[in-house]
């Protein structure tokens, strides 16, 4: 049974950080590419991040970049999201994704149906 957990929001104010962890059991977590999407009320599950399984590759979207960023340590089997200079326009439930496929060590993805098991969320919450 694989299982994602997710820890790490809260309620920040605008400009603060934040790191968010995911730690994965039930499936061998390195060889595995990762990811990171976010859902705001009313909105579609959205790509923010997504790392390779050997850590080596990296992706973001256009709206985190130069202020996300997206790591993993596969002997703890954790990925984390470390947030800084947050905005308002951020606050959203994040989940992190397992793929679904074993492809290569340099494989990711940043889309959402190419990820088969995910963790029950973390809500992240920017005032202004």
């Known amino acids: 049974q694989v299982q994602l957990v997710e820890s790490g929001g809260g309620l920040v104010q605008a400009g603060g950080s934040l790191r968010l962890s995911c730690t994965a059991s039930?499936?061998?977590?390195?060889?595995?590419?990762m990811g990171w999407f976010r859902q705001a009320p009313g909105n579609e599950r959205e790509f923010v991040a997504a790392?390779?399984?050997?850590?080596?590759?990296?992706d973001y979207a256009d709206s985190v970049k130069g202020r996300f960023t997206i790591s993993r340590d596969n002997a703890k089997n954790t990925v984390w999201l470390q947030m800084n200079n947050l905005r308002p326009e951020d606050t959203a439930v994040y989940y992190c994704?397992?793929?679904?496929?074993?492809?290569?060590?340099?494989?990711?993805?940043?889309?959402?149906?190419?990820?088969?098991?995910w963790g029950q969320g973390t809500q992240v919450t920017v005032s202004s």
């Open positions: 790392i390779s399984s050997s850590g080596g590759s990296t």
């Open positions: 039930g499936r061998t977590f390195s060889r595995y590419a």
């Open positions: 994704g397992l793929a679904r496929y074993i492809i290569g060590s340099a494989y990711y993805t940043t889309r959402k149906q190419d990820y088969d098991y």
